[in-house]
Structures are given as structure tokens and as C-alpha cells.
């Protein structure tokens, strides 16, 4: 969810799926689900999900403050044994900055379910370089984060200045949370941009999430696409698929009105994506302000999808990658 998408988001989102109270209903029929008793076998906090994405705090000037005893109430009425908390640094990504030693301070009380990221915008001033960088990286590294992001600047998506953070990741080991539109890490159709990122640093686990990533499920995106939220079919081809093929280092945020669009808008073609790429999608949702509508947890539920896909998916892949289990 990002600034010039907020009316077009909440009105794409009342099209495909209902009120949270309904959704979150149809989270609790999982709640005894065979899946979990892995999670009771390795002490984890119990939950069916691993929710990649959410934020803390009062993202938007139209929405409410979220507490971290709000968003904890949430979860575990929508089964979400964990949950990434993102700042947001960069002035075109909310109303509100929401600093990572925001982020950091909220989950402290919270780190068995809550785990912080940390973002610094790459038009940051800072002095001694790459050492200089990873010297601010690794401060937050210190104070618990697990990973980058929301990284979500209104520059390219492989400007110089973003490739310096990617090569500051890397050396720190920390995972890549981007958003990708018309205004924020921008690309071109077929995603080059983004290819050359991961190409150039394969060490950095990027996690794709946002309009234009999600548009790119499917092949003949326009420029425009990337800014919006296509319905019909989706053609096989996309740059998503592609890329995921060809790029160990790339996997998927299937949180927002974008990504819940991007598998309901071809129910066919979504089971078919999901269980083709299991290895490399997260379950996620954007929840950041109280009352808010979640797609994804009915979304979900109308998904027959096999059990070890939606293990996968729903929480292992988030929990292999962030060290969780």
C-alpha cells in the first residue's frame, strides 16, 4: 500500500473480498489444522500464517494508529503465529515516517512474535562509503532486525544509490523487502531493472511486493500496469515467472490489494503459480491500522492448495529465510 495508490487500493480491494470480520472467521476454521503440529513440536509461537508484512504506528493520514498490542490482538484472531514488522523511511512511502528505531522499540517486548526490519533511504547522507553504510546497517543488525525493508524510495529500482544498500546487504546477510510502482523503485516492463540487481548481487535474497511486481505476473504488462492493478487472465510469461526461474535469490510478498489481485484476478492461473512456485512466495498482508480489510485470509480459503505448498507458503519459506525455526 503506498500514497498514490490509497483510494485506488481500498476500492480494488471492496471488489474482491468482504470485511475483515469475515475473513478473519474463515482464518479461525484453520486453527486445528494438521499443519500446526510442527510448530507445537519446535516450541513456535502457534498459528497457521507468517505474515511477511505489516507496519506499526500511523502509516496514513487517513487511517488510525496501530499499536503493537492492537496488531498482536489481530493476529491471533486471524491465526498469525508471527509477524515482520516494516518501517517505512522514504518520504514518498506513507503520510508518516515510521522509523526503524520506532520499529525496533515497539517489538522489543514482542521479538518471539514480532521480528523488526530496518530501512535507510538511499538518498541518506552518510559518510565513509560502503564501510560507512554497512557501519548504519549494522546497528540496527545489533539491536535485532532481520532483514531490509520496506524499501520503498521514489528512485529506480537499480539507481546507484540503491545498489549501494543492496551491496550493504549483502554483506550483512540481510534480506530485501522492495516495493516496485510507477513512482517507487521504478522499472520498465519485463522488470530489467530489478534482473540487474539480482544478477549483480546474488547474495541478496529479494523479496518482491507492490503493484508493479504483481502486475508482472502476467506476460504484455504496459508501463501503465506497473502503477496499477490489471484484472482478466493472466497471460502465461510474465516477468515474475521468468525471473523466479532463473534467480534463486528472488521470492514473493503475496500481501495487499496487489498481491491478493494478482491470484484472485485468474483463480486458475493463481493455484498454478502458487504450487509452481511454493518454494518462493510468502504469505502477507499490509495490515497496518486497526479495522482495516485483509483480503488474503478469505482469499485463502477458497485456495485448495496441497498441504506442503501451503505450509510453505504460509509460514516455512518466511521462517527458513529469516532464521526463525
Same mark, same amino acid.
Given at each position: 500500500?503506498?500514497?498514490?495508490? @490509497?483510494?485506488?487500493?481500498?476500492?480494488?480491494?471492496?471488489?474482491?473480498?468482504?470485511?475483515?470480520?469475515?475473513? $478473519?472467521?474463515?482464518?479461525?476454521?484453520?486453527? +486445528?489444522?494438521?499443519?500446526?503440529?510442527?510448530?507445537?513440536?519446535?516450541?513456535?509461537?502457534?498459528? #497457521?500464517?507468517?505474515?511477511?508484512?505489516?507496519?506499526?504506528?500511523?502509516?496514513?493520514?487517513?487511517?488510525?494508529?496501530?499499536?503493537?498490542?492492537?496488531?498482536?490482538?489481530?493476529?491471533?484472531?486471524?491465526?498469525?503465529?508471527?509477524?515482520?514488522? $516494516?518501517?517505512?523511511?522514504?518520504?514518498? +512511502?506513507?503520510?508518516?515516517?515510521?522509523? @526503524?528505531?520506532?520499529?525496533?522499540?515497539?517489538?522489543?517486548?514482542?521479538?518471539?512474535?514480532?521480528?523488526?526490519?530496518?530501512?535507510?533511504?538511499?538518498? @541518506?547522507?552518510?559518510?565513509?562509503?560502503?564501510?560507512?553504510l554497512v557501519a548504519m546497517l549494522r546497528r540496527y543488525v545489533d539491536a535485532g532486525a532481520r532483514g531490509f525493508g520496506e524499501h520503498k524510495p521514489g528512485v529506480p529500482i537499480d539507481d546507484p544509490r540503491?545498489?549501494?544498500?543492496?551491496?550493504?546487504?549483502?554483506? $550483512?546477510?540481510?534480506?530485501?523487502?522492495?516495493?516496485?510502482?510507477?513512482?517507487?523503485? @521504478?522499472?520498465?516492463?519485463?522488470?530489467?531493472?530489478?534482473?540487474?540487481?539480482?544478477?549483480?548481487?546474488?547474495?541478496?535474497?529479494?523479496?518482491?511486493?507492490?503493484?508493479?511486481?504483481?502486475?508482472?505476473?502476467?506476460?504484455?504488462?504496459?508501463?501503465?500496469?506497473?502503477?496499477?492493478?490489471?484484472?482478466?487472465?493472466?497471460?502465461?510469461?510474465?516477468?515474475?515467472?521468468?525471473?523466479?526461474?532463473?534467480?534463486?535469490?528472488?521470492?514473493?510478498?503475496?500481501?495487499?490489494?496487489?498481491?491478493?489481485?494478482?491470484?484472485?484476478?485468474?483463480?486458475?492461473?493463481?493455484?498454478?503459480?502458487?504450487? #509452481?512456485?511454493?518454494?518462493?512466495?510468502?504469505?502477507?498482508?499490509?495490515?497496518l491500522a486497526p479495522g482495516q480489510e485483509v483480503p488474503q485470509l478469505e482469499l485463502f480459503a477458497q485456495i485448495d492448495l496441497p498441504d506442503t505448498a501451503a505450509a510453505k507458503i504460509f509460514r516455512d519459506?518466511?521462517?527458513?529465510?529469516?532464521?526463525?525455526?
Amino acid at each position: 500500500m503506498h500514497l498514490a495508490d @490509497t483510494n485506488v487500493a481500498t476500492s480494488t480491494r471492496r471488489q474482491f473480498c468482504r470485511q475483515a470480520a469475515g475473513s $478473519l472467521a474463515a482464518a479461525a476454521a484453520f486453527a +486445528s489444522s494438521p499443519l500446526l503440529a510442527a510448530d507445537t513440536a519446535k516450541k513456535l509461537p502457534p498459528g #497457521r500464517y507468517v505474515d511477511v508484512h505489516t507496519h506499526l504506528g500511523t502509516v496514513w493520514n487517513s487511517g488510525r494508529e496501530l499499536t503493537a498490542e492492537e496488531l498482536l490482538r489481530w493476529m491471533d484472531a486471524a491465526n498469525i503465529a508471527q509477524a515482520v514488522v $516494516l518501517p517505512l523511511v522514504s518520504p514518498e +512511502s506513507s503520510s508518516y515516517p515510521i522509523s @526503524t528505531n520506532f520499529v525496533l522499540a515497539e517489538t522489543k517486548p514482542h521479538r518471539d512474535r514480532l521480528i523488526p526490519f530496518c530501512s535507510v533511504d538511499p538518498r @541518506t547522507s552518510y559518510s565513509g562509503g560502503h564501510a560507512g553504510l554497512v557501519a548504519m546497517l549494522r546497528r540496527y543488525v545489533d539491536a535485532g532486525a532481520r532483514g531490509f525493508g520496506e524499501h520503498k524510495p521514489g528512485v529506480p529500482i537499480d539507481d546507484p544509490r540503491n545498489m549501494a544498500l543492496y551491496a550493504a546487504c549483502a554483506e $550483512l546477510k540481510l534480506p530485501v523487502l522492495f516495493h516496485l510502482d510507477d513512482i517507487r523503485n @521504478t522499472d520498465a516492463p519485463g522488470l530489467p531493472g530489478l534482473e540487474k540487481a539480482l544478477k549483480e548481487f546474488p547474495a541478496v535474497t529479494f523479496i518482491g511486493h507492490g503493484p508493479g511486481w504483481w502486475a508482472s505476473i502476467s506476460a504484455g504488462v504496459t508501463a501503465n500496469d506497473l502503477g496499477g492493478y490489471p484484472r482478466g487472465e493472466v497471460a502465461p510469461g510474465g516477468a515474475i515467472d521468468r525471473l523466479i526461474a532463473k534467480y534463486p535469490n528472488l521470492y514473493g510478498d503475496l500481501s495487499a490489494g496487489s498481491g491478493a489481485g494478482a491470484i484472485g484476478r485468474d483463480l486458475k492461473f493463481g493455484r498454478e503459480f502458487l504450487i #509452481r512456485r511454493q518454494d518462493r512466495l510468502m504469505f502477507g498482508t499490509d495490515f497496518l491500522a486497526p479495522g482495516q480489510e485483509v483480503p488474503q485470509l478469505e482469499l485463502f480459503a477458497q485456495i485448495d492448495l496441497p498441504d506442503t505448498a501451503a505450509a510453505k507458503i504460509f509460514r516455512d519459506n518466511a521462517r527458513r529465510m529469516l532464521g526463525l525455526a
